[in-house]
């Protein structure tokens, strides 16, 4: 077998040319065996299986660098990178990581997770280069999807000015994780279409250099006839405009047109766009016949693509959100769904179908949407803006310059909010509590089960005063039976889930029903615990927490968050604020560090979550507390 001689690109280029072929085909075949068992992003890497070979057949890893945008797609180049033995243990805890990671190959020079970054760390590293004095090349793969976040069009701004010497690949599968949209993804289908503008380019540039031109009174002239041409051929060479030299569009998946190409790209001077043409999940029938379902994918059968049946249980927060905004959008004709490109993972599709004129997918682009629901709002329309915790860091000036500073009644339903598991560090939903709370005329929630979940998305889009905040985690729901009715949870009141003596454990939003089972192992050690579901982190229910210390409990504090300024601290500010320095207050959050992949309860027991650790700890600060 090719593929296992391959424990380093050296071994790569020693292969014929020839072989190149069958080494895509042994790829294909080990890709979509192993995934079948370990899950993964398998359809975008179906789809760069050739790219990643010319790319490290022709350039010289890890001198040459490849920044991988998004970097889902970087499997084959692990492949490649000699990782292969460790695929078994791909996304999994202590395993091989999902994306590029420095810590597990020289060859992994650009960390990513989050889309659209390429263009820019290129920038930087071409711009690095020279400074330095040395000669490398620089190569940036995005897909069309990426292209569309505004970093990325911020970068091809920059890097057209510039001028350096760099490669954009630019991996145009006309998918994102559901169909790109948008009118960037409109025009590359306008290149895609014409095929020939690539050779009558090339044909218009051989003739216009037979005449002589540079140093005579025409040369200026003559320049701007030839980039006048360019325009006739096709309508609007963007890229070109833009101070790129545009290669393409060429058949991503034909190894010698590859070649080809990528050879002219890296002796072309200054910045360079390879448009390829790929198909996801090229060469296995399921993924390409459902890319959308393939994006990412659990494990499956490999004959049939069926993906392994979920093992029951309560339905998943995500889902719940989806129904309910179905319900409500039914109720209030005001409201509105806005999702950057994640329509799929938010449960937002069969919305999408009911309400196609309520639906906004923006593409990759977290900032617009956060501005274009500030936009929204200002009309009296209500804008759920649908949004995954991680990606929600991205907007954040819009959720604060344009959304809080206004005042706008915009409803930001925060999904995957807490530990994401297999996707790791990346996408850790983990820091919206603080950087939410900080800001002035937010209001911001975490429902205990799922029933709470409709009942505070209703409240939300009732609220009207200004920006509220739902978030939710990816997992299951807790099983509790769904009202038929709506209710309004009153803004800033916690609800006490059981009561109890010796201390109180205030649990935000997923930590209740920790909580609960935390309660139920301290009972058996002779401490009673009340639980406190505190439902908000902003306002906080000062009440109860003063009610707690006047009963001198100590409290402690629960959450699925970062330590560093999310619920625990707002207590203890609380406290702080109205100069009380003796209240008894324990912070249980996630510590100071980036928690890698692996499932959901590993990274609870990872950071000492899970109910027989609280229990542990609690029984340690209760006794403490007794001994002072
Ligand atoms: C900032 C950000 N927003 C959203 C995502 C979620 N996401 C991951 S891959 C992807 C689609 C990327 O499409 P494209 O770049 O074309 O790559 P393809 O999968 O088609 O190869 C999206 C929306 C992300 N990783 N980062
Ligand atoms: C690479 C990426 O950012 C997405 O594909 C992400 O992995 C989706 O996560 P979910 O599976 O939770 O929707
Ligand atoms: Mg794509």
């Known amino acids: 077998m090719l593929l296992e001689q391959m424990q380093s690109p050296d071994d790569l280029k ?48 890890p001198k040459d660098k490849f920044l991988w945008d998004v970097g889902h797609q970087a499997y084959v180049h692990k492949l490649l990178t000699g990782r292969m033995d460790l695929f078994p243990t791909l996304r999994q805890y202590k395993g091989l990581c999902g994306f ?11 960390e990513t997770g989050h889309s659209s970054t390429s263009l820019s760390g290129a920038m930087g590293m071409a711009a690095a280069r020279d400074l330095k004095g040395e000669d490398n090349k620089v190569v940036a793969i995005i897909g069309d999807g990426a292209l569309t976040g505004g970093m990325a069009l911020e970068a091809l701004n920059h890097i057209g000015e510039e001028k350096k010497d760099l490669i954009v690949v630019l991996n145009d599968n006309e998918m994102s994780i559901s169909p790109n949209v948008g009118a960037l993804h409109n025009y590359l289908g306008r290149l895609r279409t014409n095929k020939t503008y690539s050779k009558t380019k090339h044909d218009l540039e051989s003739l216009i250099k037979k005449i002589p031109s540079v140093g005579t009174p025409f040369a200026h002239l003559l320049e701007r006839v030839k980039d006048s041409l360019k325009f006739l051929v096709v309508d609007g060479v963007l890229f070109e405009t833009l101070g790129f030299t545009y290669l393409g569009p060429i058949d991503g998946h034909n190894l010698t047109d590859l070649m080809e190409c990528l050879r002219q790209a890296a002796h072309t ?32 059968k490999i004959e049939s693509g069926a993906f392994a049946k979920k093992s029951g249980g309560p339905v998943a927060y995500p889902a719940v959100f989806g129904e309910t905004m179905i319900k409500l959008a039914e109720e209030n004709p005001k409201i509105v769904a806005i999702s950057p490109a994640m329509l799929t993972g938010s449960k937002l599709e069969k919305f999408q179908r009911r309400f196609p004129d309520r639906t906004f997918d923006v593409g990759i682009a977290e900032q617009h949407a956060g501005t274009f629901a500030a936009g929204i ?16 860091q991205r907007a954040y000036d819009q959720v604060v310059h344009d959304i809080c500073r206004q005042n706008l009644h915009v409803v930001f339903a925060i999904d995957r909010a807490g530990f994401v598991g297999e996707d790791g560090e990346t996408h850790q939903g983990i820091y919206d509590i603080g950087f939410m709370r900080s800001q002035p005329n937010m209001v911001m929630m975490m429902p205990k089960d ?59 939003g997923s930590m209740v029903e920790p909580a609960i089972q935390t309660a139920e192992l301290l009972q058996k050690q002779g401490i009673s615990a009340k639980v406190v579901n505190a439902r908000f982190v902003k306002p906080l229910d000062e009440e109860m927490l003063l009610s707690l210390y006047h009963d001198q409990m100590p409290i402690v504090t629960m959450e699925e968050g970062a330590l560093q300024g999310g619920f625990g601290s707002a207590v203890l500010e609380f406290f702080a604020q109205r100069e009380i320095y003796d209240a008894k207050v324990k912070l249980l959050a996630i510590p100071d560090y980036f928690v890698e992949h692996g499932s959901m309860a590993q990274q609870m027991e990872e950071v000492g979550l899970t109910p027989p650790q609280i229990a542990d700890q609690v029984t340690r600060f209760v006794k403490k507390k007794q001994e002072v």
């Open 14 to 61: 020693k292969l014929p040319v020839e072989e190149l072929p069958k080494l895509a085909e042994e790829i294909r075949q080990f890709l979509i065996e192993s995934l079948s068992k370990t899950g993964g992003h398998l359809a975008s890497n179906l789809g760069v299986i050739e790219l990643t070979i010319a790319l490290h057949y022709l350039f010289d890893s």
């Open 269 to 300: 001077k200054g910045p360079v766009l390879v448009h390829i043409v790929t198909r996801k999940g090229n060469g296995y029938q399921p993924a390409e016949e459902d890319q959308v379902n393939y994006h990412g994918v659990g494990t499956y």
């Open 377 to 392: 709002a200002t009309q009296g329309v209500i804008p759920v803006f649908s949004i995954y915790s991680t990606f929600l």
């Open 450 to 508: 799922e029933n709470e979940l409709q009942h505070m998305l209703y409240t939300a889009t009732e609220y009207g005063k200004g920006p509220i905040a739902v978030r939710y985690s990816k997992a299951n729901g807790t099983g509790v039976q769904m009202d038929e009715e709506f209710k309004l949870i009153p803004i800033g009141k916690s609800e006490t889930v059981q009561d109890g003596e010796d201390v109180a454990l205030v649990a935000f």
């Open 100 to 110: 590029p990671k420095m810590s597990e190959s020289e060859h992994d020079v650009w």
